[in-house]
């Protein structure tokens, strides 16, 4: 019992994310056989990486920087004014699209930030349209309220949410603007809510001196909470579902609920099946407003970037590109693998 504790615990803070992950020694009698294997069973996904660093700091920062990396891809998406530069739309996103429900940073853009709606659609190819749509219907949406008034159904979500919850944010790109969420009980809360921890868990172990598994997933009983729905008074995480929030950022409030329920497994098969190269080529390309006409003025996918060296402007690959290709590639094949296993059986 006890080797399995440790692999599905970490230790002091940020537990989620990777940190304060210990194993057995290689020494101990109950050490698998094969480690690769016996203990990548016990979760649902996983990805080997490289790290870099000459030194054993710097090998552990560049192992949490993947990592974080990876998990920005799934929920804030990466910025082009991130370093090195590069633009990552959100998986979150794109399952939200999927299911035909608008993302619920641009319905707080739409609030507080709609000066900024036009721009962005002329910079990026996706133009992420209003879709306003419950049940495949369009319906009058009422922002203040977030709620459908004919039948009360609801139409905006938080989506990004879903993947941890912050009731404080600075949104860098809008003039620092902070926007700030808090809890609206209903009849149905027993807590208030502050905080929702990621629900992913990543456990990274060592399986070389550069090289390491990083095995992650939602807990099962986390995510058969949130697949069927309701509050379970066995799992705390269930208490966020359904629960409503109201979003201050200037003049205007917001008041945005959580989904009822959420598949996981779902989310999750759907965004590792997604063709990464032209999923992040759509993502980058760059237009312009020019004669009253949209045009596409740079066709940028992240792949390279452009350095300075010697006066000279140096085209080199982007390696945090080269990062989530090789992440997503080997997830890419795990759908794959069990896709085979359904149509076998």
Same mark, same amino acid.
């Given at each position: 019992?006890?080797?399995?504790?440790?692999?599905?615990?970490?230790?002091?803070?940020? +537990?989620?994310?990777?940190?304060?992950?210990?194993?057995?020694?290689?020494?101990?009698?109950?050490?698998?056989?094969?480690?690769?294997?016996?203990?990548?069973?016990?979760?649902?996904?996983?990805?080997?990486?490289?790290?870099?660093?000459?030194?054993?700091?710097?090998?552990?920062?560049?192992?949490?920087?993947?990592?974080?990396?990876?998990?920005?891809?799934?929920?804030?998406?990466?910025?082009?004014?991130?370093?090195?530069?590069?633009?990552?739309?959100?998986?979150?996103?794109?399952?939200?699209?999927?299911?035909?429900?608008?993302?619920?940073?641009?319905?707080?853009?739409?609030?507080?930030?709609?000066?900024?709606?036009?721009?962005?659609?002329?910079?990026?190819?996706?133009?992420?349209?209003?879709?306003?749509?419950?049940?495949?219907?369009?319906?009058?949406?009422?922002?203040?309220? /977030?709620?459908?008034?004919?039948?009360?159904?609801?139409? @905006?979500?938080?989506?990004?949410?879903?993947?941890?919850?912050?009731?404080?944010?600075?949104?860098?790109?809008?003039?620092?603007?902070?926007?700030?969420?808090?809890?609206?009980?209903?009849?149905? /809360?027993?807590?208030?809510?502050?905080?929702?921890?990621?629900?992913?868990?990543?456990?990274?172990?060592?399986?070389?001196?550069?090289?390491?598994?990083?095995?992650?997933?939602?807990?099962? @009983?986390?995510?058969?909470?949130?697949? $069927?729905?309701?509050?379970?008074?066995?799992?705390?995480?269930?208490?966020?579902?359904?629960?409503?929030?109201?979003? /201050?950022?200037?003049?205007?409030?917001?008041?945005?609920?959580?989904?009822?329920?959420?598949?996981?497994?779902?989310?999750?098969?759907?965004?590792?099946?997604?063709?990464?190269?032209?999923?992040?080529?759509?993502?980058?390309?760059?237009?312009?407003?020019?004669?009253?006409?949209?045009?596409?003025?740079?066709?940028? @996918?992240?792949?390279?970037?452009?350095?300075?060296?010697?006066?000279?402007?140096?085209?080199?690959?982007?390696?945090?590109?080269?990062?989530? +290709? +090789?992440?997503?590639?080997?997830?890419?094949?795990?759908?794959? $693998?069990?896709?085979?296993?359904?149509?076998?059986?």
């Amino acid at each position: 019992m006890f080797p399995l504790f440790i692999l599905k615990t970490n230790f002091g803070t940020r +537990q989620g994310k990777g940190f304060g992950s210990f194993y057995l020694d290689r020494n101990d009698p109950c050490f698998p056989q094969n480690i690769k294997n016996e203990i990548s069973d016990q979760f649902d996904w996983k990805f080997d990486i490289k790290v870099s660093g000459n030194d054993e700091p710097t090998k552990i920062r560049d192992l949490f920087r993947q990592i974080d990396l990876f998990y920005k891809t799934l929920r804030s998406g990466i910025s082009p004014n991130d370093r090195p530069s590069m633009y990552f739309k959100s998986l979150m996103w794109k399952y939200a699209q999927h299911l035909n429900r608008q993302w619920d940073k641009r319905t707080i853009k739409q609030i507080h930030f709609n000066g900024h709606i036009l721009s962005q659609q002329l910079e990026h190819s996706e133009i992420d349209t209003p879709l306003n749509w419950a049940n495949g219907e369009k319906v009058e949406m009422n922002y203040a309220t /977030s709620q459908n008034p004919n039948n009360s159904k609801e139409t @905006h979500l938080l989506w990004r949410d879903l993947l941890g919850l912050s009731t404080q944010q600075t949104w860098m790109s809008y003039g620092r603007t902070e926007v700030n969420k808090s809890h609206t009980k209903t009849s149905k /809360s027993k807590i208030e809510i502050a905080r929702f921890q990621s629900p992913i868990f990543f456990k990274p172990l060592r399986s070389g001196s550069n090289t390491y598994r990083v095995l992650f997933e939602v807990p099962v @009983h986390l995510s058969t909470a949130f697949k $069927e729905g309701g509050r379970k008074s066995w799992v705390m995480e269930s208490q966020i579902l359904g629960e409503r929030f109201k979003i /201050s950022g200037s003049n205007n409030e917001l008041m945005l609920p959580y989904p009822e329920y959420f598949n996981f497994t779902d989310f999750f098969k759907f965004i590792f099946s997604i063709n990464l190269r032209e999923y992040i080529m759509d993502g980058t390309n760059i237009y312009s407003f020019e004669r009253g006409e949209r045009v596409l003025r740079n066709k940028r @996918h992240g792949s390279k970037i452009r350095e300075r060296e010697n006066n000279n402007w140096i085209e080199k690959t982007n390696p945090d590109y080269f990062t989530i +290709q +090789q992440i997503y590639a080997q997830l890419s094949m795990q759908i794959e $693998e069990i896709q085979s296993q359904n149509h076998g059986e």
